[in-house]
């Protein structure tokens, strides 16, 4: 069984907010829809910018389909039960199919429960209608009747008078209503009809004593009723509502489960659910990314593996490299970081007898195809440089003419400074440390992926290695400009950081 990053229960509009973020934040996404939102009794949506007036339906269709290019897999089933564990939670469904994630949003929605008056189900969504703001417009001017069936209702017979000054109000189910209120619908115009409603059929209010009062629309609230029954099991916080607690992200009382929509918000309108979603699919990937890190640091040749895992460079040699080293006499070379092996494979090509080192197994494999296909001699090998030799574990001894370190920066665990300094060590006398890295960041860089990275000066670098000035000549310490491109096609130029020593 597959392990996904994020599973969403529920397609409309909240879980396929969520899915789109997560998609396009690359997370291997799978949302579980049992096909029932809670608009598709209506026939258009209202006071969605840009979307005015489309039937749900089909912007729940676009979402969709746009789902598609960023990978998320959708599927057709109802969740009958959600188990968690420290490292993940696997949804159970009523299929009998299983599926384990690292987390998981909830956006459910919820069912209106409304009162057993025959005629008021029927006409969900056309004439008998909950918000003023979602369908106050389409009967503006006409017959209205509000059906109040507690207290706090009462506003929401105060805002559909904004949509007509012929509005009667039916409050029995509300129990008897204090003078003052009485008082504010008199001024307003609002009619008051205490007799109980016993049915809503052709356009009319049939109330008990036979009496009818004929509206063209009723708005009322039904009795939310939130689809997380799946969850029950696991002891989350709830308000005094009943509801699941969440934070501004959607974040419940559970590190790996958030929640979004109307199952915890039951008045949002589409807008408010969209936004609730998508903070929901943002937060769970912020909440990845930094189990991410945690791991990488507890794993760092699993992290650097799983970054090799496609292919990130271009293949050719780093332009500052070429331009320091092009006129040096070939000997023996070392390259800490090699990477996909694209500097070890210039320098094997001019002669040098050319060894790369890297964590990632899967970087040295894709170094050793790139050295093949060039038709060059050149040794790769797969070592931790914070080991405290990782050379001669791999039975390589003795000293070399160059040893260089590009853009020898890691997000994860790694005692840099001494690294370069146990390589310097390694240099024969009269031979060169060459180490180059990036001296701000790129112009498309985003600030949160820079924002824990400390970019040093050539001084700075010079500083860091620490090593015995009667030992070392120092011959480049400097920032270099190079051309390069970003991943948008566009031009940029880039500043290097280059420090280059001989050993005297």
């Not at 199952?263 to 979603?277: E, K």
């Not at 640091?297 to 699993?302: F, G, K, N, S, T």
Request: charged share 20%; glycine share 10%.
């Amino acid at each position: 069984m597959e392990e996904w990053d994020v599973i969403v229960i529920g397609a409309g509009i909240a879980g396929l907010s969520a899915a789109q973020m997560l998609g396009r934040a690359r997370r291997r996404t799978l949302v579980v829809d049992a096909g029932s939102p809670r608009n598709r009794f209506a026939a258009h949506m209202h006071g969605v910018l840009g979307h005015d007036g489309i039937p749900p339906a089909e912007l729940l269709d676009r979402g969709r389909a746009e789902l598609e290019a960023y990978g998320v897999e959708i599927v057709a089933a109802s969740v009958d039960a959600v188990e968690e564990s420290d490292a993940s939670v696997t949804v159970r469904m009523t299929d009998g199919r299983t599926e384990t994630a690292r987390a998981l949003i909830i956006a459910t929605g919820i069912t209106d429960e409304l009162p057993a008056i025959p005629g008021l189900a029927e006409g969900w969504g056309s004439t008998v209608l909950h918000c003023p703001y979602c369908h106050g417009w389409e009967v503006r001017d006409r017959r209205l009747g509000v059906l109040l069936l507690s207290p706090l209702q009462l506003h929401q017979a105060q805002l559909v008078r904004q949509w007509s000054d012929d509005v009667v109000v039916f409050t029995a189910a509300a129990g008897e209503l204090a003078p003052d209120v009485l008082r504010a619908f008199r001024a307003r115009g609002i009619g008051v009809e205490t007799h109980p409603v016993v049915a809503f059929a052709d356009g009319t209010v049939h109330l008990a004593g036979g009496r009818r009062v004929p509206v063209d629309a009723i708005f009322t609230a039904g009795a939310p009723r939130p689809h997380d029954a799946f969850v029950a099991g696991l002891g989350l916080a709830r308000t005094d509502a009943g509801l699941l607690e969440v934070d501004a992200l959607g974040r419940t009382s559970s590190a790996r489960i958030w929640a979004a929509g109307n199952v915890v918000t039951p008045y949002a309108n589409v807008p408010v659910s969209m936004g609730a979603g998508s903070m929901a699919g943002a937060g769970a990937n912020a909440a990845l990314v930094e189990e991410d890190v945690a791991r990488a640091i507890a794993e760092p040749e699993r992290y650097w593996n799983d970054r090799y895992a496609d292919r990130m460079w271009s293949g050719n040699p780093n332009a500052t490299l070429v331009d320091v080293v092009g006129g040096f006499v070939p000997t023996r070379s070392l390259d800490l970081g090699c990477g996909e092996g694209a500097d070890v494979v210039w320098l094997a090509r001019r002669g040098w007898d050319a060894t790369g080192i890297d964590l990632s197994a899967a970087a040295i494999a894709r170094a050793q195809a790139a050295a093949e296909e060039a038709g060059v001699s050149a040794r790769f090998i797969a070592g931790d440089l914070d080991d405290t030799d990782p050379l001669g574990a791999a039975g390589i001894d003795g000293s070399f003419g160059l040893v260089t370190a590009s853009f020898l920066h890691s997000r994860v665990a790694l005692d840099r400074a001494r690294a370069l300094r146990r390589a310097a060590g390694l240099v024969a006398r009269g031979g060169h440390l060459l180490v180059v890295s990036h001296a701000a960041p790129p112009p498309w860089a985003r600030p949160e992926h820079v924002a824990h990275h400390v970019f040093l000066s050539p001084e700075q670098e010079l500083a860091s290695l620490d090593l015995p000035a009667t030992e070392w000549e120092t011959l480049i310490v400097d920032v270099r400009s190079r051309a390069a491109v970003g991943p948008d096609g566009a031009p940029a130029t880039l500043g290097d950081s280059v420090v280059l020593l001989r050993r005297v």
